[in-house]
């Protein structure tokens, strides 16, 4: 089998107790079956416990939250108590992988890290985007010739912007007019005759002809904010700070580019320097998406939508009184940084399929 994987992903390494917004905090833990077979064998006070904490529904077993929204074994100081008296074999399989997620089709497969976690992302946000590709041992399932065409082509896309990036302008609007045509002309040849929602009754010819006609197109417009708005409200709230993000965005109701021009030059010279990263990291997260969606554009609408939101926090936490700033527990009393804020939003968005699925429909010249 084919695999692809950042550059980053063999250094990460989980910083535990050092780590401030730990994984073990805020979710709580699927346990499959045989991890559940495994700690079946725990003796002693920690098998006792693991017996008390552990539930099952539905046939499906899972370590409920304690009331502060810790996981039942994270201790004080921000070790697991598992790996403590078991070692990391007796973890269950999403503890064990995280943050490290596979995907595979057909007999290709790439790796790369969750943005949820905040050690991972400080490599994803350190990432020269060089990408390793090897060969490893198995056989996926049987593609038809078309899907392996689709796979094919899709990868190319990919790596052919991939090349690009670096070049586009780091301004938030140019980068993201010169970003869709990309994805337009990707779209006429890869899946020229898709039906998806985003498609129906408008030709990608006219599309791309339309685009190329303009010099400008004001992706963060009054009409598109109100949409941005929207489409937060209808996602699941997983921590309360997410309402406040919201109730912020509310509040301050305007373009994030006018307020971007008044944040000091340090801080807008954080966000130009990390655009670039942020594509990175959705674009190879989530090229093979397309083929699921039989299109492209979803794509493009994840990323630009993601983009969005981590701009828009990044701009407005940055111009708010300190009061407001101390909200917030996702930056844990330190100075917002992209960092904080992609982190987040990714624990908020990355791990709920109906949230992900909200991201999919934005298309500019049409919302
Ligand atoms: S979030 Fe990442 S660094 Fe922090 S405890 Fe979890 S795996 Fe380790």
Partial sequence: ?????????????????????????????????????????????????????????????????????????????GLCEMILSEGEDALCNVCASYPRVKQIYGNYAQYDLNASCEEAFRFILKWDGRIVRAVEEGMGEKLSREQERELIHVLAFRTALWEELSYLPTDFNAFFLHLFPFFLEGESQIFPQSDHPLRKNRPIHELLTKWQELEEYPFLSKERYSAFLKWQDKSTEINKDFGQWKELFKKYKMNPEIRFNSLSKEKRLEWENQIVALC????????????????????????????????????????????????????????????????FFSKELEHDEGNIRNLLYFLPLFN
């Fill in 280 to 343: 990175r990291y959705y674009l190879f997260r989530y090229t093979l998406l397309s083929i699921k969606e039989t299109s492209l554009l979803p794509v493009f609408s994840l990323l630009y939508q993601s983009i969005e939101w981590i701009y828009t926090a990044f701009v407005f936490i940055n111009t708010v009184s300190d009061e407001e700033k101390k909200q917030f527990s996702c930056f844990f009393g330190e100075e917002p940084d992209v960092l904080r804020i992609a982190v």
């Fill in 1 to 77: 089998m084919d695999i692809e994987y950042p550059s980053y992903y063999e250094e990460f390494r989980c910083i535990a107790g050092k780590c401030k917004d730990s994984c073990c905090r805020g979710w709580c833990i699927d346990v499959d079956r045989e991890s559940k077979k495994r700690l079946d064998r725990i003796k002693g006070p920690l098998g006792e416990k693991i017996k008390e904490k552990l539930k099952e529904e539905e046939g499906n077993y899972y370590f409920p939250l304690e009331e502060n929204g810790d996981c039942p074994f994270l201790l004080k100081s």
